[in-house]
Every structure is written in structure tokens, then in C-alpha cells.
């Protein structure tokens, strides 16, 4: 054993150098992708938050950030499914002020918008195999 180990000193180094170097790069690998579900988690919350409570506290939230608040949840994939849940609730709970106030029209378009395009990827085929069998 000594003998082998001797002939093959500079293989057996190399093999732990690579095997050392490929183990920190996918822990570096995991860690960054970890840190990047826990950033577009924390975005997509406040986004929520944003949309019903609005941004400042005590202050109604303003028709035109919430329209653009909406739009934006369409950069979340892996939330689509909620999202969607989220801007059906809200139109239905908000059915009477966006309909009747002609100020809200542009928050009521982007709600629809939202709805119609949520749906359409929730039930595409891709995205079911990609978020729901695939991970």
C-alpha cells in the first residue's frame, strides 16, 4: 500500500485538490442560490404587502403603485399559483371600488391583465411539469 501510495503521490494530490476545489464550489454554488430564493422571497412578500397595505404606514396605498405592484408579480414564477389566488381575492373584495370609481380603472385593467395572464401560465403544461413535478 505504501509502495502504491508513494508511486502515485502527485495523482493522489491532484484528486484531493479537485475533489476539495469542486466541493467548495458547489457548497459557493448552494449557498448563492439559497441567498436567492431568500431575496426573491423577502421581494415578492413585500411586493404583497406593498399591494394591499400600501408602503408608508397609515397611508392608503396609491392606485398607481398598486397597478405597478401588480404587473411586477409576474417576475415570480414560483409564486404564479398564489398570485393568482391573491389578485382574484382582491378583485372580488374590491369589486365595488374598482368598478364604481373611475379613479381605479387603470389598478382594475392591471388586475385583469394579471388574472388573464397568471392563468394562462398556471395551466400551461411547462409550467406545471417545471414547478410542480420538477422540483
Given at each position: 500500500?505504501?509502495?502504491?501510495?508513494t508511486a502515485y503521490s502527485g495523482g493522489v494530490a491532484l484528486l484531493v485538490?479537485?475533489?476539495?476545489?469542486?466541493?467548495?464550489?458547489?457548497?459557493?454554488?448552494?449557498?448563492?442560490?439559497?441567498?436567492?430564493?431568500?431575496?426573491?422571497?423577502?421581494?415578492?412578500?413585500?411586493l404583497v404587502k406593498d399591494l394591499c397595505e400600501g408602503h408608508e404606514k397609515g397611508q392608503p396605498p396609491r392606485v398607481d403603485r398598486q397597478a405597478a405592484?401588480?404587473?411586477?408579480?409576474?417576475?415570480?414564477p414560483e409564486y404564479y399559483p398564489a398570485s393568482l389566488r391573491i389578485l382574484v381575492n382582491l378583485r372580488s373584495f374590491w369589486g365595488q371600488r374598482l368598478n364604481g370609481d373611475p379613479g381605479f380603472g387603470s389598478l382594475r385593467d392591471e388586475?385583469?391583465?394579471?388574472?388573464?395572464?397568471?392563468?394562462?401560465?398556471?395551466?400551461?403544461?411547462?409550467?406545471?411539469?417545471?414547478?410542480?413535478?420538477?422540483?
Open positions: 500500500m505504501i509502495g502504491w501510495l485538490g479537485a475533489v476539495t476545489t469542486l466541493w467548495g464550489a458547489a457548497q459557493w454554488i448552494l449557498t448563492k442560490a439559497a441567498e436567492r430564493r431568500k431575496l426573491r422571497f423577502d421581494t415578492y412578500h413585500s405592484t401588480v404587473f411586477e408579480l409576474r417576475r415570480f388586475i385583469e391583465s394579471g388574472v388573464e395572464f397568471l392563468d394562462r401560465r398556471v395551466s400551461s403544461r411547462f409550467y406545471r411539469l417545471r414547478y410542480f413535478y420538477l422540483l
